[in-house]
């Protein structure tokens, strides 16, 4: 069974920076293309970011510039470094694998944008 993990959400102020991880457990993780997504209160989960298995990226129009998306493969993790966050970044993030399979996903992790 494929489980995914994410972690460093929290509260950071307008401007502010977060890290945020996702650490993949039973699965061959370097074979996939994998994603970040998030999902605010009453929107559909949107794709944020993603990164191939030969670790080419491609973001949002919206956090391009901002996010970085990165893949440790010896470690099963990824991350997604997110700089001058704004208020409109606020959502609860996933990662999964791009495109996602539905029975894959976690919890998430919240992030707020707030002063």
């Known amino acids: 069974q494929v489980q995914f993990v994410e972690s460093g959400g929290g509260l950071v102020q307008p401007g502010g920076s977060l890290r945020l991880s996702c650490a993949a457990v039973g699965t061959a993780f370097s074979i996939y293309g994998l994603g970040w997504y998030r999902q605010a209160p009453g929107k559909q989960r949107d794709l944020v970011a993603r990164?191939?298995?030969?670790?080419?990226?491609n973001y949002a129009d919206s956090v391009k510039g901002r996010f970085t998306i990165s893949r440790d493969n010896a470690k099963n993790t990824m991350y997604l470094q997110m700089n001058s966050l704004k208020p409109e970044d606020t959502a609860v993030y996933y990662c999964?694998?791009?495109?996602?399979?539905?029975?894959?996903w976690g919890q998430g992790t919240q992030v707020t944008v707030s002063s």
């Open positions: 990164i191939s298995n030969g670790g080419n990226t």
């Open positions: 999964n694998v791009d495109p996602p399979v539905r029975l894959w």
